[in-house]
């Protein structure tokens, strides 16, 4: 079982509020990672992290933003949420080094923007 | 580049039979290779991952995968399928800087 934990599952929020979607791995990975889910559709990764203060932009354009200040937790803010930003968050952590290494995933955060 | 292809958006088996689950890749250098799962609500699980230890990897639940590289494919497959199967696939190849690159997933449906 994965140790790596998001937090809220579901969260319904009007329209220009600002949130944050934890993400806490209990694992000592180096790596985190944040992927985008419509229904149906592929995982698009939209922000990285190597490690303590160290954050990338994915593949996919994010109006969000992340940051690493403990090893342990990676948050995910949107300053300004739109209904556009309705999606399902995914986190993920792998061990740092090894294209053979997997990556471990939470259980997700559904987010619908009203 | 890196990319992965999987071949069917679909597919639908009766439980007991067998299930073929399709996965083509691109990459320029040897590839790291995963299958994951996804059951409604839930995070991704993986399933097995190709560590070019061996071409046939089992994973669990009965799963197994090849990789083959002249065909560049890495197929799941299960010789016999359970309601509990019932989820979406994903095919995964490691990227460069160690980026995972997801495919589009599969829905497998299983029929009583």
């Known amino acids: 079982e994965a140790d790596i934990y998001q937090t809220p599952r579901y969260l319904v929020i009007g329209t220009g509020k600002k949130i944050t979607l934890e993400c806490s791995q209990t694992m000592g990975h180096d790596k985190m990672y944040w992927y985008q889910q419509d229904p149906g559709m592929e995982l698009h990764l939209i922000h990285y992290s190597y490690g303590v203060n160290s954050t990338e932009k994915g593949d996919l354009s994010s109006e969000s933003t992340v940051s690493r200040i403990r090893t342990e937790h990676f948050p995910l803010t949107l300053e300004s949420a739109r209904p556009s930003h309705t999606s399902q968050y995914l986190c993920?952590?792998?061990?740092?080094?090894?294209?053979?290494?997997?990556?471990?995933f939470g259980q997700g955060t559904r987010l619908t923007v009203v | 580049a890196q990319s992965v292809t999987q071949l069917d958006s679909h597919v639908s088996v009766s439980e007991g039979t067998p299930v073929l689950l399709r996965c083509n890749y691109s990459?320029?250098?040897?590839?790291?290779l995963f299958w994951y799962v996804q059951h409604p609500n839930k995070g991704l699980q993986l399933l097995l991952k190709y560590t070019s230890a061996a071409t046939l990897v089992k994973g669990i639940n009965g799963f197994e995968a090849e990789f083959k590289k002249s065909e560049t494919s890495f197929h799941l497959t299960k010789p016999s399928a359970h309601m509990s199967d019932a989820a979406e696939y994903f095919c995964v190849v490691g990227g460069a800087t160690n980026k995972l690159i997801f495919g589009t997933g599969t829905l497998l449906a299983v029929q009583p």
């Open positions: 993920a952590s792998s061990e740092r080094w090894g294209l053979n290494t997997e990556a471990f």
């Open positions: 990459s320029s250098y040897s590839p790291s």
